[in-house]
C-alpha cells in the first residue's frame, strides 16, 4: 500500500476545516497509508522584514527535512508550481505506486509559504491554481484531489 505522507507547516484551528480534513482522512483510509504532520509556524513579529521571514522559513524547512525518510519523493504545494488536472495527478499517483518508491509525501506551506531550499528539492512543484489559498484551506483541497486521484485510478464515478 502506499504511503502519503502530508507535511503542514501551521495548526488547523477552525472546526469547519478539522471536520473537513477527518472526512477526506477517513475515506482515504482505505486507499494509502495517510500520515498527516503538522508543524507549528516560526513566530514572527507583525510586520517582520523579508530576513525575518527568510530565517523563519529556513527553520521551518530544517523542521520539514526532519520529518521525511532520504528516499522519499516530495511534492510541494506552491502556487508558482505546475497546474496538474486531477487526471494526470492520479497518472502521477498510479505510477508511484507501481514503482519502487513508496513514500510520496506533500508539503503545505505556512502563512509565508515554504523555503525556496525546499522547493528545490523537491521532485514536483504542484500548484493548485494560479490563486493563493489559506494553508489551512490548501490542505482540505490537496486531501480531496488525492482521495479523487484514488478514486479516478479505480474508475469510479466518483471523478465526473
Ligand atoms: C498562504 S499560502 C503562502 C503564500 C506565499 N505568499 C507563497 O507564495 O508561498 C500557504 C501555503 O498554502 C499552499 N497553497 C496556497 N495556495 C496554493 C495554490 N494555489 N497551489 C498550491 N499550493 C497552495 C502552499 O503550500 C503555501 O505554501
Known amino acids: ?28 483510509g482505505g486507499y494509502c497509508k495517510l500520515t498527516l504532520t503538522e508543524l507549528p509556524e516560526e513566530k514572527l513579529p507583525q510586520n517582520p522584514t523579508q530576513g525575518q521571514i527568510d530565517q523563519a522559513l529556513a ?11 532520504p528516499s522519499a519523493s516530495l511534492v510541494a504545494l506552491c502556487v508558482e508550481g505546475k497546474l496538474r488536472s486531477s ?10 505506486q507501481q514503482s519502487s518508491a513508496k513514500h510520496l509525501v506533500f508539503l503545505i506551506g505556512g502563512s509565508y509559504g515554504l523555503h525556496p ?41 466518483y471523478h465526473k
Request: with cysteine; aromatic share 10%; net charge positive.
Open 1 to 28: 500500500m502506499l504511503s502519503v505522507h502530508l507535511i503542514c507547516v501551521g495548526k488547523l484551528k477552525e472546526k469547519f476545516y478539522l471536520e473537513a480534513c477527518k472526512e477526506y482522512e477517513k475515506r482515504l
Open 87 to 96: 487526471e494526470e495527478l492520479a497518472k502521477i499517483m498510479e505510477d508511484w
Open 117 to 157: 531550499s525546499i522547493k528545490q528539492q523537491a521532485w514536483l512543484k504542484l500548484s493548485m491554481s494560479p490563486m493563493t489559498f489559506p494553508h489551512h484551506l490548501a490542505r482540505v483541497m490537496l486531501l480531496e484531489q488525492v482521495y479523487r486521484a484514488f478514486k479516478i485510478n479505480e474508475g469510479s464515478s
Open 59 to 69: 527553520k521551518e524547512a530544517d523542521a520539514i527535512r526532519a520529518k521525511f525518510p
